[in-house]
């Protein structure tokens, strides 16, 4: 299904609410707040945000499905799914760095908000099902939701590490893809070549 097109002043407020709740750490963010942070008045937030009360839900949803879409389409025509994984990774990553609310919104909520995790659950855990079900990771299926634990936790763990300054993200996007890789039964050697090919870039999210 095609995304909804989404207007200039949509994308400013989500843009200001997802700073918003990113720096402020909670979901609670009120119209007056989102309105001075998006430089636009109270009517434009009522007139562009049906729910307030729901805004948090509304881009958490609205970010999973994008950074899913966006994904898939920049590694499409990349049937390994060690690459797929050692390419989304390394997005991730890249993406945090740049876009450091976004990274920072990740963190703060991916492992407690229901939307976010959803992230995991669609084409992330389809690719460990894939590896498995082709030989190529070392998986039994009842294993399936540890290793997506397993790539959530390491993948947002690293973000975090880049916010804090503590390694760039081309070394946390190659290290967290080499460890994730190896737990899954690929070989040192391969697992770094994998981790080390050359990055499309990120898809538009249009």
């Given at each position: 299904?095609c995304p909804?097109?989404?207007s200039?002043?949509?994308?400013?407020?989500?843009?200001a609410?997802?700073?918003?709740?990113a720096?402020?750490?909670?979901?609670?963010?009120?119209?007056?707040?989102?309105?001075?942070?998006?430089?636009?008045?109270?009517?434009t937030?009522?007139?562009?945000v049906p729910s307030p009360e729901?805004?948090?839900?509304t881009?958490?949803?609205?970010?999973?499905?994008?950074?899913?879409?966006?994904v898939?389409a920049?590694?499409?025509?990349?049937?390994d799914?060690?690459?797929?994984l050692a390419i989304?990774?390394?997005?991730?990553l890249?993406?945090?760095h740049?876009e450091?609310?976004?990274?920072?919104?990740l963190?703060?909520?991916?492992?407690?908000n229901k939307?976010?995790?959803?992230?995991?659950s669609?084409?992330?855990a389809?690719?460990?099902?894939?590896?498995?079900?082709?030989g190529?990771y070392?998986l039994?299926?009842?294993?399936i939701?540890?290793?997506?634990?397993?790539?959530?936790?390491?993948?947002?763990?690293?973000?975090?590490?880049?916010?804090?300054?503590l390694?760039t993200w081309?070394?946390?996007?190659?290290?967290v893809?080499?460890?994730?890789l190896r737990?899954?039964?690929?070989d040192?050697d391969?697992?770094v070549?994998l981790?080390?090919?050359p990055l499309?870039?990120?898809?538009d999210a249009?």
């Amino acid at each position: 299904m095609c995304p909804l097109r989404v207007s200039a002043a949509q994308k400013r407020i989500r843009k200001a609410a997802l700073e918003l709740f990113a720096d402020k750490g909670t979901v609670d963010v009120s119209v007056s707040e989102l309105a001075a942070a998006s430089g636009v008045v109270r009517g434009t937030i009522y007139k562009n945000v049906p729910s307030p009360e729901k805004l948090f839900e509304t881009i958490a949803a609205q970010l999973a499905e994008e950074m899913d879409r966006q994904v898939v389409a920049s590694y499409r025509g990349t049937e390994d799914p060690a690459l797929r994984l050692a390419i989304g990774v390394r997005l991730y990553l890249r993406r945090a760095h740049e876009e450091p609310h976004w990274g920072r919104f990740l963190v703060q909520f991916a492992i407690t908000n229901k939307s976010l995790r959803e992230i995991w659950s669609g084409p992330p855990a389809q690719d460990l099902r894939l590896g498995m079900e082709s030989g190529r990771y070392d998986l039994r299926p009842e294993q399936i939701p540890a290793a997506v634990s397993v790539l959530a936790g390491s993948t947002l763990a690293a973000i975090a590490l880049v916010l804090d300054g503590l390694r760039t993200w081309r070394d946390a996007g190659t290290e967290v893809a080499v460890m994730v890789l190896r737990s899954l039964g690929i070989d040192r050697d391969e697992a770094v070549e994998l981790a080390s090919r050359p990055l499309p870039e990120l898809a538009d999210a249009g």
